[in-house]
């Protein structure tokens, strides 16, 4: 009987063994992420103001958006469209380049969006 195994059953608690462990992350893994529109309403986005590494220069960033990658830059797509301006969509963030937080932030609520 391995430690892990006696602790668990002296407080009453099943300890999962490796091989359940390493199964539950692939399933969490392969789960669909969904897009950008089924997410509306679940979570909360960030909407901040940046100036590191930007030679001085304001960028308004969207982040904590749980989705793919493609839903991810057809929404920064849609926004940079909108407001005229460019950017990019990377790694669950959308850069939109300049000061433009009040008109993010409507632009998400409008489309479902909770925004802080």
Do not use: Y
């Amino acid at each position: 009987m391995d430690w892990k195994d006696q602790l668990g059953a002296a407080f009453g608690i099943d300890v999962p063994s490796p091989e359940q462990i390493a199964e539950e992350k692939q399933a969490a893994d392969n789960a669909p992420r969904g897009d950008a529109l089924q997410q509306q309403g679940k979570q909360v986005v960030h909407v901040v103001i940046e100036r590191k590494g930007r030679a001085g220069k304001v960028a308004t960033i969207i982040v904590d958006l749980h989705c793919d990658d493609l839903a991810l830059k057809q929404l920064a797509s849609e926004l940079k469209q909108q407001l005229g301006v460019g950017g990019s969509a990377r790694g669950g963030e959308i850069l939109i380049q300049g000061d433009h937080r009040d008109r993010v932030m409507a632009l998400l609520r409008k489309r479902g969006f909770t925004v802080k």
